[in-house]
C-alpha cells in the first residue's frame, strides 16, 4: 500500500492544485492497468470508494499540510 500513497504524493505533489491532480490520476488510470490494480486494492483495504478514494486521500494529506504549517505559525507567535 506505500506503493500507491507515494504515487499519490508524487501526483499531487506536480500538481498545483486537487482538480489538476485528480484529472492526472484518473488519466494514469486509464493509461496504466497495474496502477488500476494497486488503486482498487488501496480503496478496499481502506474501506473507501474507488471514486472519491484519491481525493479522500489528497484533503487528509492537505489538511495534515494545513495543520503543520499552522503549528508553525503558533510557535513563532509566542516568541
Known amino acids: 500500500m506505500e ?3 507515494e504515487i499519490f504524493l508524487a501526483i499531487i505533489n506536480q500538481s498545483p492544485s486537487i482538480d489538476i491532480a485528480e484529472a492526472e490520476f484518473k488519466r494514469r488510470l486509464i493509461d496504466e492497468p497495474d496502477l488500476r490494480l494497486l488503486y ?40
Open 3 to 5: 506503493e500507491i500513497t
Open 40 to 79: 482498487r486494492t488501496y480503496c478496499s483495504e481502506e474501506g473507501v470508494s474507488e471514486r472519491r478514494g484519491f481525493l479522500d486521500f489528497c484533503e487528509t494529506y492537505v489538511e495534515g499540510q494545513n495543520e503543520m504549517w499552522k503549528s508553525l505559525d503558533d510557535f513563532d507567535n509566542q516568541e
